[in-house]
């Protein structure tokens, strides 16, 4: 009997947990997630001409300026008048009623527009549209600046996040390394204390890098007007720096080709002598041709023409024609400026660009290599008793700022590429 209790309380839990286990449905896996979306500089680009709402503004705004040319060139509507003459109502006697001596006549007149000044005002609102072009082209190249600022922002995030965690893996293997010496007897506690807290600075370089990374990808999806969550988003891009360029003359004249802002500029002035001619025009005398016909007993119906001129003696458009006149000298000075402008932005830019490879080709050529030798060199020195622990950790600081400098450095150097690319007003250095 007590063999038969104690199979009781081993099987029935048993029986019980497996009928719950065929009741109870199977607990699904969560999918796995997808890795994020890694977008490109072209990709990037061709998101922003879609999305980004400023620049959908600004198109419309071309299209407000090309209905306008359509109201530029139309023609002055005709007039037709109507007019009845010698009604008596209040007349008494009259054999055929108030209406029998009733004097109808109508009159169609038109305005006939002199010295081309339907043509001038087409010719305007066609150069104010290419004006439109051309500051929608400026504002792009604005944008195009944002954006790939905020592109080598989120490249250069993840390079120094990547340089960190590498820091970190290496600093936690010496850490690893330096334990079994303290447990073997051939270090102090002192000396595994310093390094341990010393691994406080590499741990603030990762979390301080993962927070730069999301602010990059954050303004990258506000430029694009993108939902994507950031986790989803991800950037891949030439990391790099290229220490091959061009003169600066060369950059000054592509920059004169090509700068949207210098073309409105330049194009403004062509606007204003066109504008200057059509505001002679507007000074000239526009006659008004009509033809009438009508009924005048006993003449049964009659018509007639005529021409009205007015008489342009006091107002000549006089003040139009000043102003416009004077808007052409106005808009010659503005052209000077935007090309001295141009030539600042380019020579800045340069300048910026060449201080950069300067420092760059340095760290390519020996620093880099120095870093890791004298690091590896004083590890080494360091666990057979050759080096102090204090040369040890001014070793490793000084490869992590090394490293990080020539991160940030080229960082710096794309950021001035695309500087100069917007100096020049497209893309000469990718």
Same mark, same amino acid.
């Given at each position: 009997?007590?063999?038969?209790?104690?199979?009781?309380?081993?099987?029935?839990?048993?029986?019980?947990?497996?009928?719950?286990?065929?009741?109870m449905?199977?607990?699904?896996?969560p999918?796995?997630?997808?890795?994020?979306?890694?977008?490109?500089?072209?990709?990037?680009?061709?998101?922003?001409e879609?999305?980004?709402?400023?620049?959908?503004?600004?198109?419309?705004?071309?299209?407000?300026?090309?209905?306008e040319?359509?109201?530029?060139?139309?023609?002055?509507?005709?007039?037709?008048?109507?007019?009845?003459?010698?009604?008596?109502?209040?007349?008494?006697?009259?054999?055929?009623?108030?209406?029998?001596?009733?004097?109808?006549?109508?009159?169609?007149?038109?305005?006939?527009?002199?010295?081309?000044?339907?043509?001038?005002?087409?010719?305007?609102?066609?150069?104010?549209?290419?004006i439109?072009?051309?500051?929608?082209?400026?504002?792009?190249?604005?944008?195009?600046?944002?954006?790939?600022?905020?592109?080598?922002?989120?490249?250069?995030?993840?390079?120094?996040?990547?340089?960190?965690?590498?820091?970190?893996?290496?600093?936690?293997?010496?850490?690893?390394?330096?334990?079994?010496?303290?447990?073997?007897?051939?270090?102090?506690?002192?000396?595994?204390?310093?390094?341990?807290?010393?691994?406080?600075?590499?741990?603030?370089?990762? /979390?301080?890098?993962?927070?730069?990374?999301?602010?990059?990808k954050?303004?990258?999806?506000?430029?694009?007007?993108?939902?994507t969550?950031?986790?989803?988003?991800?950037l891949?891009?030439?990391?790099?720096?290229?220490?091959?360029?061009?003169?600066?003359?060369?950059?000054?004249?592509?920059?004169?080709?090509?700068?949207?802002?210098?073309?409105?500029?330049?194009?403004?002035?062509?606007?204003?002598?066109?504008?200057?001619?059509?505001?002679?025009?507007?000074?000239?005398?526009?006659?008004?041709?009509?033809?009438?016909?009508?009924?005048?007993p006993?003449?049964?119906?009659?018509?007639?023409?005529?021409?009205?001129?007015?008489?342009?003696?006091?107002?000549?458009?006089?003040?139009?024609?000043?102003?416009?006149?004077?808007?052409?000298?106005?808009?010659?000075?503005?052209?000077?400026?935007?090309?001295?402008?141009?030539?600042?932005?380019?020579?800045?830019?340069?300048?910026?660009?060449?201080?950069?490879?300067?420092?760059?080709?340095p760290?390519?050529?020996?620093?880099?290599a120095?870093?890791?030798?004298?690091?590896?060199?004083?590890?080494?020195?360091?666990?057979?008793?050759?080096?102090?622990?204090?040369?040890?950790?001014? #070793?490793?600081?000084?490869?992590r700022?090394?490293?990080?400098?020539?991160?940030?450095?080229?960082?710096?150097?794309?950021?001035? #590429?695309? /500087?100069?690319?917007?100096?020049?007003?497209?893309?000469?250095?990718?």
């Open positions: 009997m007590f063999r038969t209790f104690w199979w009781f309380l081993i099987t029935v839990p048993w029986a019980a947990g497996l009928a719950a286990a065929q009741v449905p199977q607990t699904a896996h999918p796995p997630q997808s890795p994020p979306q890694a977008w490109t500089w072209e990709q990037v680009k061709d998101r922003l879609l999305n980004n709402p400023t620049l959908l503004a600004g198109k419309l705004n071309i299209n407000e300026l090309r209905a040319e359509i109201t530029a060139h139309l023609r002055p509507n005709p007039q037709l008048a109507l007019f009845s003459d010698q009604i008596a109502p209040f007349t008494a006697g009259q054999p055929h009623g108030p209406f029998a001596y009733l004097l109808p006549s109508a009159t169609v007149s038109y305005l006939f527009e002199r010295a081309h000044k339907r043509g001038l005002r087409t010719e305007s609102a066609k150069k104010e549209t290419a439109g072009i051309s500051q929608q082209d400026d504002l792009e190249r604005g944008l195009l600046f944002n954006l790939r600022s905020a592109f080598v922002q989120t490249l250069q995030a993840k390079a120094v996040l990547q340089v960190s965690r590498e820091n970190l893996e290496y600093y936690d293997h010496v850490l690893k390394i330096s334990r079994d010496r303290f447990e073997a007897g051939d270090i102090a506690q002192i000396d595994l204390d310093r390094l341990e807290l010393q691994r406080v600075q590499y741990e603030s370089d990762v /979390q301080t890098a993962e927070v730069n990374l999301r602010t990059a954050i303004q990258m999806l506000m430029l694009l007007n993108d939902r969550p950031i986790e989803k988003f991800d891949v891009g030439v990391f790099d720096f290229n220490d091959q360029i061009e003169a600066l003359d060369a950059y000054r004249q592509d920059a004169l080709d090509h700068r949207p802002d210098l073309k409105a500029a330049i194009q403004s002035v062509d606007k204003a002598q066109t504008d200057y001619k059509l505001a002679e025009a507007n000074g000239s005398t526009d006659p008004t041709v009509s033809f009438d016909v009508g009924r005048n006993p003449i049964d119906f009659y018509f007639g023409v005529g021409v009205d001129f007015p008489l342009r003696i006091f107002d000549r458009n006089q003040g139009e024609k000043l102003r416009a006149k004077i808007d052409i000298t106005r808009n010659e000075r503005l052209r000077d400026a935007a090309q001295a402008q141009v030539f600042s932005d380019v020579d800045s830019a340069f300048a910026t660009l060449t201080s950069n490879l300067t420092l760059l080709r760290y390519r050529q020996k620093y880099l120095q870093a890791v030798r004298v690091r590896d060199t004083i590890l080494f020195s360091y666990q057979h008793g050759g080096a102090s622990l204090l040369d040890f950790l001014s #070793a490793e600081s000084d490869y700022s090394v490293q990080l400098s020539y991160v940030n450095l080229v960082g710096s150097y794309l950021t001035a #590429a695309a /500087q100069l690319n917007q100096a020049v007003g497209r893309e000469v250095i990718q």
